[in-house]
């Protein structure tokens, strides 16, 4: 009965974050982003009491109503994938899910924090995050794998995603391995070159301070 109830709920959720990322752009200000993630989460709150109230008219008072972070997710991704075919949506969205994990510590190490301390244990990241990779080039093509990581990277630009993605999956390998961080100057030098003087100041001013 919970997971009929969840999925009743599944359009309002689709809607919310649809309005959410309508008129999304990776260049937002920092100020805008927070105005439409505190929007998102009050509309979160008022599904999510509206669903355990029709749960708990099913159920009796005492029913305690399922966790809705998986479905949120999900509502979330599709939007953001929205631009592939549903069937490449729907099995990329279940190997996201299935990489969370993977992809959270691929995170932390690019990040230097150098989870987890075994050796042994940061190789076998390494190994994973190439499989989730391999996987998603398998299912896509070159262009939709762009997109894909464009929408889902904790890389916020797009003028300067290459370069950063190129930077974090190096580091994190290096990390992996013990070996020291080389800092940010050949990336900044490659994004200079990218951008050119007048734009990569206006980057450096605006989005890296």
């Given at each position: 009965?919970?997971a ?5 709920f ?19 200000t920092d100020?805008q982003e927070?105005q ?24 009796g ?8 972070d ?11 994938l929205?631009f592939l ?5 729907q ?13 959270d ?5 690019a ?25 998603m080039t ?6 939709e794998?762009?997109q894909?990581?464009l929408?889902m990277?904790w890389?916020e630009f ?13 580091l994190?390998?290096l ?8 800092g940010?100057?050949?990336v900044f030098?490659?994004?200079?070159e ?9 980057y ?6």
């Amino acid at each position: 009965m919970a997971a009929d109830v969840l999925q009743a709920f599944a359009a309002q959720r689709g809607q919310a974050v649809a309005a959410r990322f309508r008129d999304f752009n990776y260049w937002r200000t920092d100020e805008q982003e927070r105005q439409a993630r505190e929007q998102l989460e009050v509309q979160r709150r008022s599904i999510d009491e509206e669903m355990t109230g029709a749960l708990r008219e099913l159920l009796g008072t005492d029913a305690t109503p399922p966790p809705t972070d998986h479905q949120w997710r999900q509502a979330a991704w599709e939007q953001q994938l929205g631009f592939l075919p549903e069937e490449k949506r729907q099995k990329t969205v279940g190997l996201l899910f299935q990489n969370v994990e993977v992809d959270d510590r691929i995170r932390a190490l690019a990040d230097g924090r150098r989870t987890p301390e075994s050796a042994e244990e940061r190789q076998h990241v390494l190994a994973a995050y190439d499989v989730r990779r391999q996987e998603m080039t398998a299912l896509l093509t070159p262009e939709e794998y762009l997109q894909v990581e464009l929408a889902m990277s904790w890389t916020e630009f797009r003028a300067v995603f290459r370069e950063w993605r190129a930077h974090d999956e190096s580091l994190a390998r290096l990390y992996a391995t013990g070996q020291p961080d080389p800092g940010n100057d050949l990336v900044f030098a490659k994004i200079r070159e990218a951008l050119g003087d007048k734009r990569y100041e206006e980057y450096r001013s605006t989005w890296w301070k």
